[in-house]
């Protein structure tokens, strides 16, 4: 039985997309920020993330164009303050709102049971990808 457990360890962390926790024991599953955008952010953001998500319309405040948060702070992206809005624990004032969700707490609540360095994983890999899409 140990046998089984440990080859079947070993198939876990070979398999794509599956790494190793900081306790070496417990897998971390690779995060698609593309995929998480597309899943919690594009219904209000827009799949190019130009505030033309099919919800837009219809939210009290019109959500942002995101593909100029680099140009809108001296061409430089903002990642730390992106990471702190979409996590949204730790509010910045004046960003966010109470009309987004605090995707930190769903995140956490959410079915995978994210442990706060998988949150985390989760969020940055969504600020990653917000960063290729900025435009020039």
Same mark, same amino acid.
């Given at each position: 039985?140990?046998?089984?457990?440990?080859?079947?360890?070993?198939?876990?962390?070979? +398999?794509?997309?599956?790494?190793?926790?900081? @306790?070496? &024991?417990? %897998? =971390?599953?690779?995060?698609? $920020?593309? *995929?998480?955008?597309?899943?919690?952010?594009?219904?209000?953001?827009?799949?190019?993330?130009?505030?033309?998500?099919?919800?837009?319309?219809?939210?009290?405040?019109?959500?942002?164009?995101?593909?100029?948060?680099?140009?809108?702070?001296?061409?430089?992206?903002? +990642?730390?303050?992106?990471?702190?809005?979409? @996590?949204? &624990?730790? %509010? =910045?004032?004046?960003?966010? $709102?109470? *009309?987004?969700?605090?995707?930190?707490?769903?995140?956490?609540?959410?079915?995978?049971?994210?442990?706060?360095?998988?949150?985390?994983?989760?969020?940055?890999?969504?600020?990653?990808?917000?960063?290729?899409?900025?435009?020039?």
């Amino acid at each position: 039985m140990r046998w089984a457990v440990f080859f079947g360890g070993l198939a876990l962390l070979a +398999a794509p997309g599956i790494g190793v926790g900081e @306790d070496a &024991r417990t %897998p =971390v599953q690779e995060v698609s $920020g593309s *995929d998480t955008y597309r899943t919690y952010c594009a219904t209000c953001h827009g799949e190019k993330a130009r505030g033309d998500g099919p919800l837009a319309e219809s939210l009290r405040f019109r959500p942002p164009d995101l593909t100029h948060l680099a140009k809108r702070n001296g061409g430089t992206f903002p +990642a730390t303050k992106v990471v702190r809005i979409v @996590d949204g &624990r730790d %509010p =910045v004032g004046g960003h966010g $709102g109470p *009309d987004m969700p605090v995707w930190g707490d769903a995140f956490k609540n959410a079915e995978s049971g994210f442990d706060d360095a998988g949150i985390e994983r989760k969020i940055r890999s969504v600020v990653a990808h917000l960063e290729k899409l900025q435009e020039k």
